[in-house]
């Protein structure tokens, strides 16, 4: 598991999109549901967008550019039909001191990587190698740059989810068992303050539920029901926020 970078916990992902929803922030979901490559795994840190251009030449060019803690998201446009990160570029990632790794496509080698450790999200597993890519033509100081910085990826279309990816470098990828969000940076601290306390809020609530106290009277349910009676734009999530409670 990666730490936050910030708290050094990664808060669950439900926890962060309802406090983004609390707090009027947008939140970004991936276009599809991005998985992790073994259970348990966690991730969050500053996200770098790697397209796919150049295969593993693209991977490798951007840790050369990444800061440790850094999450990379390789683009590969969706394909299932191929996997573009296996056992050999988790470990080289790990030694690079990189957070995780998402994958706008498919992964390989999931044995491995559970062992390895290295939080992989993706699209799933698929046995297949990369489709080979042309040569990159330009190796002076300005390529590094051509792989993390956007633009769509030039391998085979076969295989592609036909939805693009679109991540802001910077922004906070933050990935768990539910899947995948992106916070904007510039939102993250005060997203983070409000998912502890309805994470808190929430294991108190099931603490007292356990103990015998239902969530209806927690909840001061019928006071709901009551207030909507005089008043029907009273919603639920207002009441939540009145009580300081926590259910989303």
């Known amino acids: 598991m990666t730490g936050n970078h910030t708290t050094g916990r990664v808060w669950p992902t439900a926890a962060l999109w309802d406090a983004g929803l609390r707090l009027g922030h947008t939140l970004t979901l991936p276009p599809l549901p991005l998985r992790p490559a073994a259970a348990g795994m966690r991730l969050s840190g500053p996200l770098r967008r790697v397209p796919h251009t150049h295969g593993v030449a693209s991977i490798l060019d951007a840790l050369d550019a990444s800061a440790p803690g850094d999450v990379l998201l390789i683009d590969n446009q969706g394909r299932t039909d191929e996997a573009c990160v296996g056992d050999l570029v988790a470990i080289e990632a790990r030694l690079a001191k990189i957070a995780g790794i998402l994958v706008w496509g498919c992964h390989r080698d999931s044995d491995d990587l559970a062992v390895i450790g ?68 510039a939102a993250h601290h005060d997203i983070l303050d409000t998912a502890r306390t309805i994470v808190q809020a929430e294991q108190h609530q099931a603490n007292q539920a356990l103990g015998g106290i239902s969530l209806r009277e927690q909840l001061r349910w019928h006071d709901y029901q009551e207030q909507r009676r005089t008043d029907p734009t009273y919603t639920f999530r207002a009441h939540l926020t009145r009580i300081n409670g926590a259910l989303e």
Do not use: E, Y
């Open 118 to 185: 290295l939080p992989v999200f993706s699209l799933g597993p698929c046995p297949a190698s990369p489709t080979p890519r042309p040569a990159p033509t330009d190796t002076g100081p300005g390529a590094r740059g051509a792989a993390g910085t956007g633009g769509a990826g030039t391998g085979a279309a076969g295989g592609g989810s036909g939805q693009a990816f679109k991540a802001v470098d910077g922004d906070i990828a933050v990935a768990d068992s539910d899947g995948l969000v992106l916070i904007p940076a």
